[in-house]
């Protein structure tokens, strides 16, 4: 049965494999990004998600075409990447802005169509980072995190009109997200550490998953009549971080990220 779908981030990456998947499958498939996007699997409406104005926009658009809307998926993002000492208040208001209030805002303007219908359909993009601290990419974890918590404060709030929401916590996914994070000026304390670091995490985006098995993944997930609050996709090397951080001492969880990370 053909759904409607609204996919935001869909310029590159993820976001565009994505909307061409479900667009191939015969979804209505709506694509908001800041950039118009040629597709012949999806409609693509340039959008900057976060304006309030423009989201309630797009979605006005939308709704002249499609009676219903069946499933959003919050894929835009943004990743950034520095010290703690070393990010400047308008870095980290200008990732909060995108990764949470923005996604915040796509939920809120889809809502009202949602429950008329009694039945809505929402995934929140989110990382394996989200459930811990990642050295020199702490704020990243800390804006997806706060999503996490929207995320399962929305379940509460929304399931009286069987309207489901989830975080899907992504590993490291072969995408160009490293050109487009925010890099913040690293101070001489930090930086041949820092230089270490940045060369692994590029690495591992290389190594990473393919984006059409993310696709494929969430495609079984909106097949699933109930779902849990959060799902965890990646190679298992990253997905393990999670449980072990659950059951491990604090000191002995962060010696193994300190190796993994090669700063030990």
């Known amino acids: ?65 499609e009676t219903r809307i069946d499933v959003l998926i919050n894929n835009a ?20 802005n995108l990764n949470l209030v923005g996604a915040v805002q796509m939920m809120t303007a889809v809502m009202s169509k949602m429950r008329e219908n009694k039945f809505g359909k929402i995934i929140n993009i989110s990382s394996i980072g989200s459930e811990m601290g990642l050295p020199f990419r702490g704020f990243y974890s800390a804006s997806k995190s706060a999503l996490d918590k929207i ?33 913040t000026k690293v101070s001489e304390p930090y930086k041949n550490v820092f230089d270490k670091v940045y060369a692994l995490m590029n690495s591992h985006v290389g190594d990473g998953t393919e984006p059409l098995e993310v696709a494929e993944y969430i495609d079984q997930l909106l097949t699933k009549n109930k779902w849990k609050a959060h799902y965890y996709f990646g190679k298992f090397g990253q997905k393990i971080g999670v449980p072990l951080k659950w059951i491990l001492p604090q000191g002995t969880y962060e010696n193994l990220m300190k190796k993994y990370n090669k700063l030990a």
């Open 151 to 183: 995320t399962e404060a929305m379940r509460y709030e929304v399931y009286p009109w069987n309207i489901d929401v989830c975080s899907l916590h992504l590993g490291d996914i072969k995408t160009n997200i490293a050109e487009n994070r925010v890099k």
């Open 1 to 65: 049965m053909s759904q409607t779908i609204i996919i935001t981030g869909t310029s590159s990456g993820i976001g565009f494999v994505l909307a061409e998947y479900f667009g191939k499958k015969g979804h209505h498939v709506y694509g908001l990004s800041r950039k118009h996007t040629e597709s012949q699997y999806f409609k693509s409406i340039p959008t900057d998600i976060t304006d309030n104005d423009a989201v309630q926009n797009a979605i006005a658009e939308i709704l002249k075409t």
């Open 77 to 96: 993002g943004m990743g950034m990447v520095g010290s703690v000492e070393d990010s400047t208040k308008e870095d980290i208001l200008k990732l909060f």
